[in-house]
Structure formats: structure tokens, C-alpha cells
């Protein structure tokens, strides 16, 4: 007889949640390693005293993990996944019982009190630390890089800085991100901000200002960039920046996040792609004695078929060049913004040379010389030993972090608007990868 399944009413239940998460799930695994205690503490100003108790705190951040652990993009489904699954519910330690919050208590609270307190970037600090106990930055070296993701924003509503002005001046209000944006272009004309300066953007997202467009990854879409600082032993993402999506930014975090020495983390090499290799950049890692192992970035002039600056010998005691008919090209300016020097010849020397038509078509030839030029040479006799060849390889292991930030996290997008928002997504994904790296190697 066939049978059929008959829904019967039980008095009193058996149930352990417990039970039912597996020794080797992956949230069993990383709960171990969170520890929100001094987080509560730093909280606690940020909260009043008098009223209804508030959602803990706590359930918000684990709720946040599980969504950026398993790719859930959407804040509503990630409420109604961690309210039909055991073991997020487990993790979330609610129960079987207990309400999961409204999707508006995460809007709140990330552009209320998880932004003034900076919190997510104690929890991601703290996963670094957990990391750190457990041996896996060991490593003496370190890795650097940037990759864009496109940010929350139409493409399509784009137009000049003086134009997207009137358009915000016929508005009575502006949104949060354009307002942090017009309070920054204030202070900027106070405070010029240090680091290289680039024009003036040619378009400006109407609701996402801090983007910067960018032709990267094909069509022209306003995108931030990504950057992590990781170990080179197993790749652990030791800092983490969010930037417009300029290449001159990237070296501005870079900067930022080695000087900043999470959990101690002081490497002695870094290993970059060439978009790094500056001389400004070489120069200031090699006096905080960082051995770069990046491609030195030249760019040549003057080579529509003429002698480029190698067929000029330099004399580094007398500071002067000097050209293949013998005659001295002396230093005779500099431009301390670029951090070039120039080197000309006389005229009169250059008036009858035979070799005129493929030197030069002006009066006279110059050349030029870079400040940085001394670091630029070491890392070019750098480029040529083992261990360079062995960096280069290892920093694979950064490129294959963002691969999975997009595939397996889904990044590829933002959801929240303004730089405060590029920064909170980017740092909670980098605490994902670093809990799933933890996971996998630290013992059990």
C-alpha cells in the first residue's frame, strides 16, 4: 500500500540546533575566530541609555558576513535566507524563534552608527589579527593591487562639473554621497590635498560624484577601485582601500595602507604590476628600505625616429650629458612638480652636427632626466636577479583575490552609493576572503 505523508502535532519537541550544523560547515568553522566583545564597548556611546533595547549590534555584522560569504547580494533576500536557514540562524545565534531584523535596520545603522564608529573595519582588523595568531602572515614580502568595480550610478546621467552644479542648485535637496562630495570640494579649496593631481574630470555621475569614469573593463561606466594590500605567504588581504577609479590613486593607497600597519604587518619586498613603477613611488619605497620587485614605468620621449636618451653618456660628478659628437648638454632647469630635469645643448654647437636630422629638429636638443632616476636604476638591476622572478609570480596570488571577489562574492557591482560605501563593501568582502582563507588553513 502506498503510503502518504500526514502532518501530526507534537506537544513537545527534541531539537537541538546545534545538532544540525555540520562539524565542517563553513560558518561552524569561521565562528571560532569572531569575538565581538570589544566592539560592544566601542558601541555603547553610540547608543542611548533611556528606551527600548535596540537589535544587538552583533546580528547586524553576522548577518552582513553571511551575505558577503555566500554571494547574497540583496539585503531582502539575505533577510529571508537567514530566516529559513538553520545554520545562519545558528550563527546568528537567533533560534528557532527569533525575528529577523527589517532590511530597513541595515540602512540605518550602516549610514548611521556602523559608519561613525568605523566598526566594520575593527571587524575586518580583527579577522587580520585572528589570521595573524594563527601563522598565516609569515610571510616578508607583500602584494599590491587595484581592480575596478562598477559603481551604483547611470551611466547615461553623466555631464560636466559646471553642469551637474546647476543641475544640484535646482534641487532643494541632495543625496548623501553628492552632499560628502560638495563638502570634500570645499575642503579641497582650503586644504589642496597632497599626492599627484590630475585634470579636471570630464564627466561627473549626477548621483554618484566620487566615481570616476572610467574606460577600464570596455564602455566608459563610473567605477571606484578596489585595493588590497596582501601577505605573500597565503595571501591574506592585510588592508584594504577604496579610490576613485584612477590610476594615480592607486599609488595613493598603497602608500596609505603600507604606512597604516595592520597587526603589525611591516613588509621588507612588494611585488606590484608596472602601473606602479614611478620613480616618485620607487624612490619613497626604497627609503623606507621596501625592496621593490615592480617593471620600472618608462615612458621615452623624442622617439619619432630620432636618438633616444641612451645614445647620451651621463656624468653623474658633474650633473651633465654628454652627446655622441662629444659636445656637453648641462643641467640648466627643473620641474619640481614632475620631478624633471633638463639638460640642453647650445644652439651654436648644434647648428652644423652631422648627426642634426636624427637628433633633433629644434635649435638645439634636450634632454631629459628624472630626480627619481638613481631609484628607478636599482630596481631596473633588480629586475635581473631570482628573487624578482620569484616575486612576480607570487603576485598572481593578488589577481586571484579579486577573481574571486567577482565570481564567487559577486562584486562586480556596488550597492551602496558614495566613497563611505565603496569603502564599507570593499572592506566586508575582504573579510570574507580573509575568513574563508582562515577557514581552510588554519588547524582545526
Not at 533595547?53 to 529571508?80: C, K, N
Not at 658633474?318 to 648638454?329: E, I, K, M, R, S
Request: charged share 25%; with cysteine; net charge positive.
Amino acid at each position: 500500500m502506498m503510503g502518504q505523508i500526514k502532518e501530526q502535532g507534537q506537544l513537545f519537541y527534541r531539537f537541538r540546533m546545534e545538532d544540525h550544523v555540520p562539524a565542517g560547515h563553513l560558518l561552524r568553522q569561521v565562528d571560532g575566530f569572531l569575538n565581538f566583545s570589544s566592539l560592544r564597548e566601542e558601541l555603547a556611546p553610540l547608543y542611548s541609555h533611556t528606551g527600548r533595547p535596540s537589535i544587538d549590534p552583533e546580528l547586524m555584522i553576522r548577518m552582513l558576513l553571511i551575505g558577503y560569504l555566500f554571494g547574497i547580494r540583496s539585503e531582502t533576500r539575505l533577510g529571508e535566507e537567514v530566516h529559513l536557514n538553520l545554520a545562519y540562524r545558528w550563527f546568528c545565534r537567533l533560534g528557532l524563534e527569533g525575528a529577523v531584523p527589517d532590511r530597513s535596520t541595515f540602512s540605518k545603522n550602516r549610514h548611521g552608527r556602523f559608519a561613525e564608529g568605523d566598526v566594520l573595519r575593527r571587524v575586518f582588523e580583527m579577522v587580520v589579527a585572528a589570521c595573524a595568531k594563527a601563522g598565516l602572515i609569515g610571510g616578508s614580502g607583500a602584494l599590491v593591487d587595484g581592480s575596478t568595480v562598477h559603481a551604483d550610478a547611470n551611466r547615461d546621467k553623466r555631464a560636466s562639473p559646471d553642469e551637474i552644479m546647476d543641475i544640484w542648485q535646482e534641487k532643494e535637496t541632495v543625496s548623501g554621497p553628492v552632499q560628502a562630495y560638495l563638502e570634500n570640494l570645499e575642503a579641497s579649496g582650503a586644504n589642496p590635498p597632497t599626492g599627484p593631481k590630475h585634470k579636471p574630470p570630464k564627466y561627473i555621475s549626477e548621483t554618484a560624484p566620487q566615481a570616476a569614469w572610467s574606460l577600464k573593463d570596455g564602455p566608459g561606466r563610473f567605477s571606484y577601485e578596489v585595493n588590497y594590500l596582501a601577505d605573500d605567504k597565503h595571501a591574506i588581504i592585510v588592508d584594504v582601500a577604496a579610490t576613485p577609479a584612477r590610476l594615480s590613486q592607486e599609488i595613493v593607497a598603497a602608500k596609505e595602507m603600507l604606512d597604516r600597519h595592520v597587526s603589525g604587518f611591516a613588509p621588507c619586498s612588494i611585488a606590484a604590476d608596472k602601473s606602479y613603477g614611478t620613480g616618485p613611488f620607487l624612490s619613497w619605497l626604497l627609503e623606507r628600505s621596501i625592496t621593490p620587485y615592480i617593471p620600472v614605468l618608462d615612458r621615452k620621449a623624442q622617439t619619432d625616429g630620432k636618438m633616444t636618451r641612451n645614445a647620451f653618456t651621463y656624468d653623474a660628478e658633474h650633473d651633465v650629458f654628454t652627446c655622441p659628437q662629444g659636445h656637453d648638454l648641462p643641467f640648466r632647469s627643473v620641474n619640481a612638480e614632475t620631478r624633471v630635469k633638463r639638460y640642453m645643448a647650445k644652439a651654436s654647437q648644434c647648428r652644423d652636427c652631422p648627426l642634426r636630422s636624427k637628433c633633433t629638429d629644434a635649435p638645439y636638443r634636450t634632454v631629459i632626466r628624472l630626480m627619481d632616476e638613481e631609484a628607478r636604476q636599482i630596481v631596473r638591476d633588480l629586475a635581473k636577479t631570482d628573487a624578482y622572478q620569484v616575486a612576480r609570480a607570487r603576485r598572481k596570488k593578488v589577481e586571484m583575490l579579486f577573481a574571486h571577489l567577482k565570481r564567487w562574492l559577486k562584486l562586480t557591482r556596488l550597492r551602496l552609493r558614495g566613497l563611505s560605501g565603496a569603502n564599507e563593501e570593499f572592506l566586508l568582502a575582504a573579510t570574507a576572503q580573509n575568513l574563508k582563507r582562515l577557514a581552510k588553513l588554519s588547524p582545526t
